[in-house]
């Protein structure tokens, strides 16, 4: 009982700090660039329930942060921002709320109607309040420009029950995103690929004004961004790979900024450094990879590491339909396992919680550059950032596969899972609508010279229907 009269007095301290320095900071607009929400074939009202039903999902699968201080201070600022959304993209049904998810790494992620989940390691990482506030301002952009349900509507219509998984999972991304859309159709679960570059930087500008509304200099924004972009490449944060940078991003945020002139605008305050100094009395927060080890993941091994002893490739093939898109035929020994933007072929043994050893992957991955060379670079720049020991030869082999124009690379890495050596064949094409189709062999090294051939079979038996 004392403990918690201790607690509602430093909270009071905190959001009193907080409301003192807003009141002193002003906003001069002059000419600020206009943010046009893009097509969207949903109504408000569908983003609400989609939202409301994916963020019981992240609540059920993420460790959410149970602090009053913690919580209370990042409502507070969520609040502030909420207050800074232009009258034209307010939406009276959104219902926003504010949570912290108690893992270690940079990132947030917003649902459509308005739940917000910001990482603890967002705020123990960021050097003033103004920068926690810029991701905030950034992720809220994204909800009030409805992003989630103007992507989804690039593909058919779907029903929300159906879709709350795979918006959530791409939304999310990474390991928990994996987790989140265990089950979901790949054609459904390909139709909310990770947010564009064009709406990143329609979030970046539409986040720039919020936070400048609300009293915050959107410079702060610029300043997290290239903290977050200083820690990529492998092992980097999975904010990048969810919120690609459209480039330039650090220029042309600043000068959003300079034309709309903030004076005493907020920058640090006693309350963030309270929350930091209180954060480090909590035990340290566990990495996502610790947070979601041992999670339910829907797999043929009921969840084990694979053990890499598989089967022989069966000389008999069966046919199947992948999605409403492809549909390919491979060794009537080889198990399927489906996910949200890929489906995986591969023997018992072979397919587990750490990946698969033998066997081949099928997905789609976003393209914005049109350009397949393009594409399939990003591609394996991405597989490299899960593989550190993955390593590229040079250049790639051109093919021809579903009577369209493709490309052929092999790699090699070392299997996380067995300790062995493993060569990877990668095969990759673009659809219709310009993304990336791909198919990724993989198998020991050693067994390589079997596997290829079955490879090239599995390919070029495949028909796309796009």
Known sequence: MHKHGHMNAFLTRILRSAAITLALSTVVATAQTRVTPPKNNYQPSEDVDLGRQAAAEAR??????????????????GRRLVGGIPPDLQHPEFHYTFEVVNVREINAFALPGGPMFVNRGMIEQANTEGEVAGVMAHELSHVILRHGTAQASKAAKFQVGQAAGAILGSIVGGAWGQVISQGTQFGLGAAFLSYSREYEQQADIEGAQIMARSGYDPRDMANMFKTIEQQGGSGGPQWLSDHPNPGNRYDYINAEARSLRVTNAVHDTRAFDQIRAHLRTLPKAPTTEEATRGTNRRTSSGGARPTGRAEAPSNSYRTYNIGNTVRVSVPSNWEQQEGNTTVTFAPAGAYGEGGFTHGMEFGIARNESHDLPTATD???????????????????????FANRRGLRALLSNRSDATGRDETIEVFATQLRNGNLFYAIGVSPSDEFPTYRSVFDRIVSSMQIAD
Request: proline share 5%; hydrophobic share 30%; no cysteine.
């Open 378 to 400: 990003e591609l394996l720049s991405d597989l490299a950032r899960g593989n550190p020991s993955l390593r590229r030869g040079s250049g790639y082999d051109r093919v021809t």
């Open 60 to 77: 059920k699968q993420m460790p959410i942060l149970k602090d009053d201080a913690v919580t209370s201070y990042v409502e507070e600022i």
